[in-house]
């Protein structure tokens, strides 16, 4: 049922329609208490004239995000419902390009409500880094803003073995712990994993693959991490574990691996962080590191080039400096690097299925999660896992497992006649 009033949420809801060129798709209320558009499904809460003022100095998804985030903008009722609705009428081609005469009426209102004002500072939430795009030193910043936050806090949302990436779903009634070992066995499977071999996991986040390789292959492992609380929490879990002699963990950049040749390297989602101006030195690293005949899989996030970085939340909140592109791109990169691509496999609705089973631990441990990071940063978080499923969902990014070898030289590569981890 759509409710309008004449306070605060009426005259928003004029001046939204008249800047997008359609009806409201979710509903408004107003910190006098009217409201306005249909409020049978979700509502956007707007707290305070300074969720306004945010919006007129960025009107864009980076002034919503920083609304959101301080908690002046908030959504009742299915967070993802929303964006669904905003991202549908901007696929469908509803909305137009604002005229002049609807961008000055809007500045009539916002000098009504008295919601002009001095540029409000950014939440504390938001990444500042400084200093040349890629650099080891601005790369470590970068991570460290989003992999640092709390081993607790990632313990509390993620599977026992804490792999943050895309799980391997084998059945729809599969718990996202059995997905995330579904997926650490896929990955073995595919490089060939033995007992005795030497692997290297670039970007080895906390653990759970040179683990599970270790204990159920029985390589001898060894993790690349440039986040000092990965590090420290993997050689916790190797201690417990018994696996000293099997499993090591480095703090070092990938630019520095120099140990080689390994028998397989796997690096997953490690790859997003590398920018593209480094890929090539990135794909050169990991062919100078493996033996010929040995394979590398890599599994990594891909995106349409209009969008490599994410969007202004992503990277202002969440993955500072992520480029992502087409897969194609990124098998242009191994190739140039001497590689012979053998297979390739798209899991993006495997993420869909991951997103949302982190999203329910995040909801059902709200009040935990608040503890540990705070409410801004588990806003934050609420909306990346609210966005990034829906961007899964609908096909705006996706995620691929691509198995790669280094090939002798005859031209050998050790593969075996059919794919043998094939279900």
Known sequence: MAVTTTGVAGALAGVVERLLGTRLPIGLRAWDGSTAGPQDGPVAVIRSRRALRRLLWNP??????????????????????????????????????????????????????????????PPGEEARLSGRLHTRRRDAAAISHHYDLSN??????????????????????????????????????????????????????????????ARHFGVHATGVTISA?????????????????????????????????????????MGEHVGEENYPEYAATLYRSLRPGGRLLLQQMSRGTTAPGGGAFIESYVAPDMHMRPVSRTLTHLEGAGFEIRDVEALREHYVWTVRAWARTLEQRWDEVVRLVGEGQARVWRLYLAGGALTFEEGRMGVDQVLAVRTGDRGESGMPRVREWVR
Request: overall charge negative; aromatic content about 6%; some cysteine.
């Open 60 to 121: 864009d998804e980076l002034g919503l995000s920083r609304a959101y985030v301080s908690g002046e903008l908030d959504v009742e009722g299915d967070l993802t419902e929303g964006l669904k609705r905003f991202w549908e009428l901007a696929r469908g081609g509803a909305l137009r390009k604002p005229r002049a005469a609807d961008v000055v009426g809007a500045l009539g209102t916002a000098l009504r409500l008295r919601a002009i004002g001095p540029r409000p500072a």
């Open 152 to 213: 607790e806090f990632y313990r509390l949302v993620l599977d026992p073995s804490m792999a943050y990436s895309c799980g391997y779903f084998v059945s729809p009634e599969s718990t996202v712990e059995q997905a995330q070992h579904a997926k650490l066995d896929l990955v073995c499977h595919k490089l060939g994993l033995a007992p005795g071999m030497r692997l290297l996991d670039v970007g080895c986040g906390w653990g759970s693959m040179i683990i599970h390789a």
């Open 229 to 269: 609380r990965q590090r420290e929490h993997i050689l916790g879990r190797i201690a417990e574990e018994g696996l000293t002699d099997l499993v090591t963990v480095r703090l070092m950049d990938y630019r520095e691996i120099a140990d080689g040749p390994y028998d397989a390297i796997s690096t997953i989602e």
